[in-house]
């Protein structure tokens, strides 16, 4: 008796493994600019940068094209200022900069870099993981 319920909860544990899986961003698909605003689709997910002044950035992360955007677990004081950008579609990325900050999102698969005015790297998302859902 003892080892049937071993095995039952193991392949018990086993099945849950694959509800639990993530799912990182596919393959960029495309963007759009919309005032302050920058979203980046990649299969069926998009992520969407918003700036709220040259050096500071609110992302938001879609899992789907039906995902809402939430509030922030923050207060952040929302502004009227127009905050100047450039985006620069390269073959294999796309470039967004500020007079403060510069954001790469490299296309294959979608991985996100930031560097300061400076070119020194901030932050970056390794070659394979980076942002993912678990799909539940």
């Not at 302050?36 to 879609?62: C, E, G, Q, W």
């Not at 809402?68 to 967004?96: C, G, H, K, M, P």
């Not at 901030?122 to 980076?130: D, H, I, K, N």
Request: charged share 15%; with cysteine.
């Amino acid at each position: 008796m003892r080892i049937s319920l071993l095995k039952i909860l193991l392949l018990s544990h086993l099945l849950t493994i694959g509800n639990f899986a993530q799912t990182y961003l596919g393959n960029y698909t495309s963007h759009l600019a919309s005032g302050n605003a920058i979203t980046i689709s990649a299969d069926t997910s998009s992520l969407r940068f918003i700036f709220y002044k040259p050096d500071i950035v609110r992302i938001d992360f879609h899992p789907s094209t039906s995902t809402l955007i939430d509030s922030s677990f923050i207060v952040i004081q929302d502004t009227n200022e127009a905050v100047s950008y450039t985006l620069n579609d390269f073959q294999d990325r796309i470039e967004i900069s500020t007079n403060a900050l510069q954001i790469i999102c490299q296309k294959y698969p979608l991985r996100i870099s930031f560097k300061n005015a400076g070119g020194d790297l901030l932050l970056s998302e390794p070659a394979t993981g980076g942002i993912a859902v678990n799909g539940n």
